[in-house]
Nanobody
């Protein structure tokens, strides 16, 4: 069984920062990559960023100047640092592991 635990979502004002965290654990479970997706109302879930165990990263081009993805030293926790947030970043953010396992999602709301 794989367990995904997300934290860090919430309400901020435009221009502020948030850091999302996601922990993955499980028996006989090997992590190959961890990432973040977001979903706007009425839209499909879309990739924000992904990082592999070898620290190779793929980040949405339009977000590269404001968002950053990283792993902790255990490589079982992934962070999404979001700076200079905008109201259009308001969405539900999901952690994903190995392209297969999903967290429950966290609402990030950016007010004007």
């Amino acid at each position: 069984q794989v367990r995904i635990a997300e934290s860090g979502g919430g309400l901020v004002h435009a221009g502020e920062s948030l850091r999302l965290s996601c922990d993955a654990s499980g028996n006989s479970f090997e992590i190959y990559n961890m990432g973040w997706y977001r979903q706007f109302p009425g839209k499909e879930r879309e990739l924000v960023a992904v990082i592999t165990q070898y620290l190779s990263k793929n980040l949405d081009w339009d977000l590269r100047d404001r968002f950053a993805i990283s792993l902790d030293e255990t490589k079982t926790r992934v962070y999404l640092q979001m700076n200079n947030l905008r109201p259009e970043d308001t969405a539900v953010y999901f952690c994903n592991v190995n392209g297969k396992y999903w967290g429950q999602g966290m609402l990030v709301t950016v007010s004007t």
